[in-house]
C-alpha cells in the first residue's frame, strides 16, 4: 500500500470534503489543501493559507482566518471541520513532567507527555511524546502500554493534534525544542499516518519541528525501515533492542519471531540513513535479565562497525509484572562497556514516574487488566 501523499488518495480525500459529512481538515497536508480550495472554485494560495492557520496557527475556529473571505469561510464550515483534541485530565510530576490524557471523537483516550530539559547553560527546553496508535500491538513484555492490546490507528490529524493541542498549553515565547514519536503504539505499524503526520510537522510553514529535533522510535518492523528513512529523509529513527541475543529478546519483544536481531540489524546497516545522523538504539535495562556485563559485551560485538548510539533506559516500574530495575551502579558499569569498545552510550534520565509518564508506562486505565494498574491509574 502506497503511502497517503499519493495522488489518488489527494483526489479521495477532496471528494470525501465535497461529498456529505465533514471532512477533518486537520490531517491534510499543503497538497491537500490546495486541491480542496481549487475543487471548491479558490485559488491555490487559499490552501496554503489554510496549511498556515491550522498549523502554524493552530486555530480552532473558521472565523479566526482573518485572511479567508467570509463566504469560503461559510462554505468551509458546511464541508470540514478543525479536528481538536479534548483534554481529558492532565497531571503533572513533581520533576516538572506534564502528561495528557486526550478524548477522542469515539471517546478513545490516547497519552502524550510533555517533557522539561534544561541545556548546558541552565536554559529550559521543552521536548514533547506523541502517540501513534490506541494501544499496542506489539505485546513487549515490560511496557504497560502492551497490556492494553491493540485498539486502533490514530489518523494523521490525531498524531498532529496532539502537537498542536499540547503546543497550545505553553506559556507565551516557549516551544517544543523537540518531538519523538516513541508514546503508546508502534509508528510503523500505522506507516501512513505516521509518515503523513512527520511531514506535516516538519514542513517549513508549520511551525512545528525540524527534521533533526523530530525523532521516531520503532521496536524493529523491519519491511518498513528503508521505506520510512526514504520517505522522510533527515529524522531520527530509534531502533529498540532491549537484548544482544535472540532468547532474551523474543521473551522481551514478541516481533523478535519474525525479524530476529541478525535481520534487523542487516537491514539497519543498509539505511541510507545521513553522513550526519546515527541510528539511536534503545535498550530497556532489566535486573538479572539483560544488564550483566556479559550482556553488554555482547552489545558492543553486536554493534560493531554500525554508526549509532546507545540509549540505556532503566526500567520504569509498573504493577503487574516480575521485573525490577537494575540500580545505578549497575546502569553504569554497562555503559562503561559500550563506551570502551568504541560505543557513543547514554543512560536516559526518567521524567514523570510518579505520574506514569516515563518510558512505557503510558495506558488507558479503562482497558488494563490488571488489577493493580488499574488501581495505581486511578490514583495518579
Given amino acids: 500500500m502506497k503511502i ?21 481538515l486537520v490531517g491534510m497536508d499543503e497538497e491537500e489543501l490546495v486541491s480542496l480550495c481549487e475543487e471548491m472554485g479558490e485559488p491555490p494560495y487559499r490552501g496554503r493559507q489554510l496549511f498556515s492557520w491550522l498549523y502554524a496557527h493552530g486555530v480552532s475556529e473558521f472565523s479566526q482566518m482573518t485572511n479567508i473571505p467570509k463566504g ?20 503533572k510530576s513533581a520533576d516538572g513532567t506534564e502528561k495528557y490524557v486526550w478524548r477522542l471523537r469515539d471517546g478513545a483516550r490516547v497519552e502524550s507527555v510533555r517533557i522539561p ?43 498532529v493534534g496532539q502537537f ?12 517544543f525544542h523537540n518531538v519523538v514519536f516513541m508514546g503508546m503504539g508502534e509508528p510503523l505499524d500505522n506507516f501512513d499516518a505516521t509518515v503523513k503526520a512527520v511531514r506535516i510537522l516538519t514542513h517549513p510553514q508549520a511551525n512545528g519541528v525540524s527534521a533533526r529535533r523530530l525523532t521516531v522510535s520503532t521496536v524493529g518492523v523491519v519491511s ?14 530509534a531502533v529498540s533492542l532491549h537484548a544482544a541475543d535472540d532468547e532474551t529478546r523474543e521473551n522481551l519483544v514478541p516481533l523478535n519471531r519474525k525479524w530476529n536481531l541478525s535481520a534487523l540489524l542487516a537491514e539497519c546497516r543498509e539505511l541510507p540513513i545521513s553522513e550526519r545522523r546515527r541510528i539511536t538504539f534503545e535498550y530497556v535495562m532489566l535486573r538479572g535479565v539483560n544488564d550483566s556485563r556479559g550482556d ?31 540500580d545505578d551502579e549497575r546502569v553504569e558499569e554497562f555503559r562503561r562497556i559500550l563506551l570502551a569498545a568504541g560505543l557513543v552510550a547514554t543512560t536516559r534520565t526518567a521524567k514523570g514516574v510518579d505520574i506514569l509518564a516515563a518510558c512505557g508506562q ?19
Fill in 72 to 91: 469560503f469561510g461559510a462554505k468551509l464550515g458546511e464541508a470540514a471541520r478543525l479536528q481538536t483534541l479534548e483534554l481529558d485530565r492532565e497531571n
Fill in 296 to 326: 553488554a559485551k555482547a552489545l558492543s560485538r553486536l554493534l560493531e562497525g554500525l554508526k549509532c548510539k546507545v540509549n540505556l533506559i532503566p526500567w520504569n516500574p509498573f504493577p503487574g509484572v516480575a521485573f525490577e530495575r537494575p
Fill in 362 to 380: 503510558l495506558a488507558d486505565a479503562r482497558r488494563l487488566q490488571s488489577r493493580d494498574a488499574l488501581k495505581l491509574l486511578n490514583s495518579i
Fill in 224 to 237: 518498513r525501515l528503508k521505506d520510512f528513512v526514504s520517505s522522510v529523509p533527515g529524522v531520527g529513527l
Fill in 4 to 24: 497517503d501523499s499519493t495522488s489518488k488518495f489527494k483526489a479521495d480525500r477532496v471528494k470525501q470534503a465535497l461529498s456529505p459529512g465533514l471532512v477533518d
Fill in 164 to 175: 498542536l493541542a499540547a503546543r497550545s498549553l505553553l506559556a507565551p515565547g516557549e516551544r
Fill in 117 to 159: 530539559m534544561r541545556n548546558v547553560n541552565g536554559v529550559m527546553r521543552w521536548s514533547l511524546c506523541v502517540s501513534t496508535q490506541v494501544g499496542c500491538a506489539m505485546g513487549c513484555a515490560f511496557c504497560l502500554t502492551a497490556k492494553m492490546g491493540f485498539v486502533r490507528q490514530l489518523s494523521a490529524g490525531e498524531i
